[in-house]
């Protein structure tokens, strides 16, 4: 079935150091897209949002960019923090209000 | 404020069991989510409250869980005769009315069958 997905399992980057987190999706449908962090043991937190009559959405340090061309989706973190180490989910609503995960990108940031 | 708050954090089974987990949404959210995750993957959709009915439980596993909230507030996920392919963590969350997203997620709660 269709899902959100994303291109790396791991990013390992050194600290100070601008991340680029990528998804893909393959609804064309999905018309909301949504960035969570979640840290070991804890659950899902909000980063940033956008939906689909948007291009680009910034928050403190984030940046959400969409290309419905290409069906994708990435997420760019500023200055990365080793408080910025953990895994990383994309989310997409196809249809209702249930969201739809990818698989996360584990970030590691080294100091 | 408050978040989303589950309990109990870790629950340990026998295969067989029923289990009852708790969630309490942010006050005044009348959208509340379930989701199970699984080691190493993303959260996947279970069921969806809207107030105290039930909008959507066509993620459910099997007719072995059961979600209710009853007074539109306070839900519980019920697993019967639990299995080892239930042990996972399970997630909840809520919106609010207006906007329905994002979802605001609690700790979730380990549930572990042997």
């Known amino acids: 079935g269709e899902s959100v997905g994303l291109h790396l399992p791991t990013l390992s980057v050194q600290e100070g150091d601008n991340s680029i987190i990528n998804c893909a999706y393959s609804?064309?449908?999905?018309?909301?897209f949504i960035w969570y962090k979640q840290e070991s043991g804890k659950g899902p937190q909000f980063i940033i949002d956008?939906?689909?009559?948007?291009d680009k959405r910034q928050g403190q340090r984030v940046t959400v960019l969409l290309n419905k061309t290409v069906k994708h989706l990435s997420l760019q973190i500023a200055a990365t923090q080793p408080g910025d180490s953990a895994v990383y989910f994309c989310?997409?609503?196809?249809?209702?209000?249930?969201?739809?995960f990818g698989k996360g990108t584990t970030l590691s940031v080294s100091s | 404020g408050a978040g989303v708050s589950q309990s109990p954090r870790y629950k340990v089974a026998k295969r067989g069991q029923d289990v009852a987990l708790r969630c309490d949404p942010i006050?005044?959210?009348?959208?509340l989510f379930w989701y199970q995750q699984a080691l190493g993957q993303g959260p996947e959709f279970l069921t969806y409250?809207?107030?105290?009915?039930?909008?959507?439980k066509s993620g459910l596993p099997s007719d072995r869980f059961f979600a209710e909230r009853p007074e539109g507030s306070v839900s519980t996920l019920k697993i019967q005769r639990t299995q080892q392919e239930d042990s996972a963590v399970y997630l909840c969350?809520?919106?609010?009315?207006?906007?329905?997203?994002?979802?605001?997620f609690g700790d979730g709660t380990r549930l572990s069958i042997l």
């Open positions: 609804n064309s449908a999905s018309d909301y």
């Open positions: 969350a809520s919106t609010d009315q207006v906007s329905n997203q994002p979802q605001h």
């Open positions: 956008i939906r689909s009559n948007m």
């Open positions: 409250f809207q107030n105290e009915a039930q909008l959507d």
């Open positions: 006050s005044g959210h009348v959208s």
């Open positions: 989310a997409d609503i196809q249809a209702g209000t249930a969201l739809i």
